[in-house]
């Protein structure tokens, strides 16, 4: 690979230098060479107001693919499936962003970042397209391939571009945003369903014209990638590290699996668990318990920004079993105010494992490795959130019911919270050796 392509290139940073240093570099604003020399190259928004879009771009398109969650009910009312169904749609998404992340993740790293960004943000206003005009589950099917295709696509592009515009603060933001989408997209959808007629039409038209006034300001972004052709092999699925970033991938990567199969369990099931729960069929509620996951993770994120990685990997481990935990009981008596406790808690440990696993991992990759490495971060957090909720979903129906099969789910996320904090202590010194 040609080292010299790309951004302008880093000085070296191990995984234990920047873990411990990260926070502070973000408290204390250093100027980072890419922001202030990469920048430059044509285009007229560059620094932190680019920083800000590229964010803001995470947020709609996670937003986006929270929005059918609270419309689920609506459309099973008018199909008549199973919950089966429910579940198929949501492992189809994140198989297609998985897809998408192997074959296109890459790809901005050689066209640069604003194309590939400006192209996925067109097929994402195709998929909402899909959506808002579906009449059946095909459609509904199809909306989220186009969808996954896009969203997977354009991760990696955004990701990098942030770390380009500044190293630490893009690491906070790469792992402030999900959450912050995620969580946004099913409170906005929940409101529209319950206040504005016709929700699963307008939710998608708000989507679509928020999507097209970025896709303007991506237009204008300075490009930090000196654009090269691109090879063959840059389209073909594959698992691949730089050297300097397999120790903290291999520390990094069973959190991520963790807390992400947690986020598959809410975005699958978490509504159908609250109406089991409360005996009401309020969609701003089901909606709520979303909220109720990525607020106290993107809070987490913040305050726990100047704490080392692994310390924050550890907090995120700890969180998750507590709030799993505290789930467990809710549903085993009934408590939904105890689900809601525990559903906060949970939300502590999502967003610090994911903040943990971004730090240790994406900023030792060098500028023209960075959009390959955080598609891969990703592509290990939607495995973690797809093949469970899949799983779930086959129990719900053939199992022991929604609860029971909720209540297995998060005693298997106990059991793999136990495997990534193994992992963590065997590779304590991976990160040092890198």
């Given at each position: 690979?040609?080292?010299?392509?790309?951004?302008?290139?880093?000085?070296?940073?191990?995984?234990?230098?920047?873990?411990?240093?990260?926070?502070?570099?973000?408290?204390?604003?250093?100027?980072?060479?890419?922001?202030?020399?990469?920048?430059?190259?044509?285009?007229?928004?560059?620094g932190?107001?680019?920083?800000?879009?590229?964010?803001?771009?995470?947020v709609?398109?996670?937003?986006s693919?929270?929005?059918?969650?609270?419309?689920?009910?609506?459309?099973?009312?008018?199909?008549?499936?199973?919950p089966?169904?429910?579940?198929?749609?949501?492992?189809?998404?994140?198989?297609?962003?998985?897809?998408?992340?192997?074959?296109?993740?890459?790809?901005?790293?050689y066209?640069?970042?604003?194309?590939?960004?400006?192209?996925?943000?067109?097929?994402?206003?195709?998929?909402?397209?899909?959506?808002?005009?579906?009449g059946?589950?095909?459609?509904?099917?199809?909306?989220?391939?186009?969808?996954?295709?896009?969203?997977?696509?354009?991760?990696?592009?955004?990701?990098?571009?942030?770390?380009?515009?500044?190293?630490?603060?893009?690491?906070?933001?790469?792992?402030?945003?999900?959450?912050?989408?995620?969580?946004?997209?099913?409170l906005?959808?929940?409101?529209?369903?319950?206040?504005?007629?016709?929700?699963?039409?307008?939710?998608?038209?708000?989507?679509?014209?928020?999507?097209?006034?970025?896709?303007?300001?991506?237009?204008?972004?300075?490009?930090?990638?000196?654009?090269?052709?691109?090879?063959?092999?840059?389209?073909?699925?594959?698992?691949?590290?730089?050297?300097?970033?397999?120790?903290?991938?291999?520390?990094?990567?069973?959190?991520?699996?963790?807390?992400?199969?947690?986020?598959?369990?809410?975005?699958?099931?978490?509504?159908?668990?609250?109406?089991?729960?409360?005996?009401?069929?309020?969609?701003?509620?089901?909606?709520?318990?979303?909220?109720?996951?990525?607020?106290?993770?993107?809070?987490?994120?913040?305050?726990?920004?100047?704490?080392?990685?692994?310390?924050?990997?550890?907090?995120?481990?700890?969180?998750?079993?507590?709030g799993?935990?505290?789930?467990?009981?809710?549903?085993?008596?009934?408590?939904?105010?105890?689900?809601?406790?525990?559903?906060?808690?949970?939300?502590?440990?999502?967003?610090?494992?994911?903040?943990?696993?971004?730090?240790?991992?994406?900023?030792?990759?060098?500028?023209?490795?960075?959009?390959?490495?955080?598609?891969?971060?990703?592509?290990?957090?939607?495995?973690?959130?797809?093949?469970?909720?899949?799983?779930?979903?086959?129990?719900?129906?053939?199992?022991?019911?929604?609860?029971?099969?909720?209540?297995?789910?998060?005693?298997?996320?106990?059991?793999?919270?136990?495997?990534?904090?193994?992992?963590?202590?065997?590779?304590?010194?991976?990160?040092?050796?890198?």
């Amino acid at each position: 690979m040609n080292q010299n392509r790309g951004t302008t290139e880093l000085a070296p940073v191990t995984a234990t230098g920047l873990a411990a240093t990260a926070g502070a570099g973000i408290a204390g604003l250093p100027a980072d060479p890419l922001s202030t020399r990469a920048t430059r190259r044509g285009g007229r928004i560059g620094g932190m107001p680019a920083l800000v879009l590229l964010a803001s771009l995470i947020v709609s398109l996670l937003a986006s693919s929270g929005a059918p969650t609270p419309l689920y009910a609506i459309y099973q009312q008018r199909w008549g499936f199973s919950p089966i169904t429910t579940t198929i749609v949501f492992g189809v998404y994140a198989l297609a962003v998985l897809v998408s992340l192997l074959t296109f993740g890459r790809l901005s790293d050689y066209l640069g970042r604003r194309p590939v960004l400006l192209a996925a943000l067109g097929v994402q206003v195709v998929s909402l397209v899909v959506f808002a005009t579906a009449g059946g589950v095909s459609e509904l099917l199809l909306a989220r391939v186009i969808q996954g295709l896009s969203t997977g696509a354009a991760l990696g592009a955004i990701g990098a571009g942030m770390l380009d515009v500044h190293r630490e603060r893009g690491a906070l933001a790469n792992a402030l945003a999900p959450g912050i989408g995620t969580g946004t997209g099913a409170l906005l959808s929940a409101l529209f369903v319950r206040y504005l007629p016709a929700p699963e039409h307008l939710v998608y038209l708000v989507l679509i014209g928020v999507i097209v006034a970025q896709a303007i300001g991506v237009a204008l972004l300075r490009e930090t990638v000196t654009r090269s052709s691109v090879p063959l092999t840059a389209l073909v699925p594959e698992v691949r590290l730089p050297r300097a970033a397999r120790g903290p991938m291999l520390a990094a990567a069973p959190v991520l699996f963790a807390v992400w199969a947690l986020a598959g369990l809410y975005g699958a099931l978490a509504p159908s668990l609250v109406a089991s729960l409360t005996g009401s069929q309020s969609v701003v509620l089901g909606g709520l318990s979303l909220v109720v996951l990525t607020a106290p993770a993107a809070a987490s994120v913040y305050l726990l920004r100047n704490a080392t990685a692994r310390r924050v990997m550890l907090i995120g481990i700890a969180a998750l079993v507590i709030g799993v935990a505290i789930t467990l009981v809710a549903l085993g008596t009934g408590t939904a105010w105890l689900f809601f406790l525990g559903t906060a808690v949970s939300g502590v440990g999502f967003g610090s494992g994911f903040q943990g696993g971004i730090r240790t991992v994406v900023p030792v990759a060098a500028p023209h490795e960075r959009s390959g490495v955080l598609s891969l971060v990703f592509t290990v957090s939607y495995l973690g959130m797809g093949i469970p909720a899949v799983a779930a979903g086959f129990l719900a129906v053939h199992g022991a019911g929604l609860t029971g099969a909720a209540r297995d789910y998060g005693a298997a996320l106990i059991v793999l919270a136990a495997v990534a904090l193994a992992a963590l202590a065997r590779t304590r010194r991976a990160p040092a050796q890198a």
